[in-house]
């Protein structure tokens, strides 16, 4: 059984040599991972471009609320409508 951790933190389940797929690539050392557990959900929220599951909808006109949240603009966010934060 294996341990994974992410530069978020530490995965708390135990996962076995099927469950994963090793990566040739060394992308993160074993002393940057955090202590603390966190979730596979959490984990790929904070990664996320989106800020997780569904999209906050904003119009660009007046106050972009993807860029406030530190986050670029999608398609999603505002349809077709022009945006200097894509």
Do not use: W
């Amino acid at each position: 059984m294996y341990e994974i951790g992410t530069s978020e933190g530490r995965l708390p389940n135990l996962y076995s040599r099927n469950q994963f797929t090793i990566c040739k690539e060394s992308l993160i050392e074993v002393d940057n991972v955090p202590q603390s557990n966190i979730t596979l959900r959490e984990v790929a929220r904070k990664l996320s471009n989106l800020g997780g599951q569904g999209y906050d909808r904003c119009s660009c006109l007046q106050k972009c609320k993807c860029k406030a949240a530190g986050r670029l603009c999608t398609s999603k966010c505002h349809g077709n409508n022009p945006c200097c934060n894509k």
